[in-house]
T-cell receptor, first 114, second 113 residues
Framework: GAVVSQHPSWVICKSGTSVKIECRSL??????MFWYRQFPKQSLMLMAT?????????EQGVEKDKFLINHASLTLSTLTVTSAHPEDSSFYIC??????????FGSGTRLTVV | QQQVKQSPQSLIVQKGGISIINCAYE??????FPWYQQFPGKGPALLIA?????SEKKEGRFTISFNKSAKQFSLHIMDSQPGDSATYFC????????????FGQGTELSVKP
């Protein structure tokens, strides 16, 4: 079956630093990648949608300069949280879409900013 | 229009019982309705999905019932087991186009032995 690898699974960083999260489709090419954010006991909130080679489309209220998304190839997308602050601490999840596979989710990244 | 409303927020079921979770949507452009299971600290995993051209789909102990006119769909878990204890999310999208997958609020299911 389709597999999406997301790394790291957890990261702790100091306030003011940047963190990069990688999402890779291992055995298929994803036409679209999605990034979600999930707070404890809450649902997944879509942050942005990206297509290979084009700029990401951000949801209302999501700061595009803080959450940089790069979709360099059909198998790789990255989310960089710039100048992270404690309020950015959350669970970040990527999803890769391909016709025929549907939506495949990564295992998530727990970000803690101290 | 983009919302998917899910209920109940939490559910406690005895082992062997039936767990039922309901969802409602507004956007008639949605054409793909999946259900996901999520364990703590993990990403959501697809359980079962349905498209609006069928009213029911069954896979093992999991069944989706779909009511297009009412814009509602539900997940039934038959013979619920303690291992089914997790959070369940319904979602909807215009899947053929790879559109945004919009999630319901989630239901925390606890199956008591």
């Amino acid at each position: 079956g389709a597999v999406v690898s997301q790394h790291p699974s957890w990261v702790i960083c100091k306030s003011g630093t940047s963190v990069k999260i990688e999402c890779r489709s291992l055995d298929f090419q994803a036409t679209t990648m999605f990034w979600y954010r999930q707070f404890p006991k809450q649902s997944l909130m879509l942050m942005a949608t990206s297509n290979e080679g084009s700029k990401a489309t951000y949801e209302q209220g999501v700061e595009k300069d803080k959450f940089l998304i790069n979709h360099a190839s059909l198998t790789l997308s990255t989310l960089t949280v710039t100048s992270a602050h404690p309020e950015d601490s959350s669970f970040y999840i990527c999803s890769a879409y391909a016709r025929g596979n549907g939506y495949t989710f990564g295992s998530g990244t727990r970000l803690t900013v101290v | 229009q983009q919302q998917v409303k899910q209920s109940p927020q939490s559910l406690i079921v005895q082992k062997g019982g039936i767990s039922i979770i309901n969802c409602a949507y507004e956007n008639t452009a949605f054409d793909y309705f999946p259900w996901y299971q999520q364990f703590p600290g993990k990403g959501p995993a697809l359980l079962i999905a349905i498209r609006p051209d069928v009213s029911e789909k069954k896979e093992g102990r999991f069944t989706i019932s779909f009511n297009k006119s009412a814009k509602q769909f539900s997940l039934h878990i038959m013979d619920s087991q303690p291992g089914d204890s997790a959070t369940y999310f319904c979602a909807a999208s215009s899947g053929n186009q790879g559109g945004k997958l919009i999630f319901g609020q989630g239901t925390e299911l606890s199956v008591k032995p």
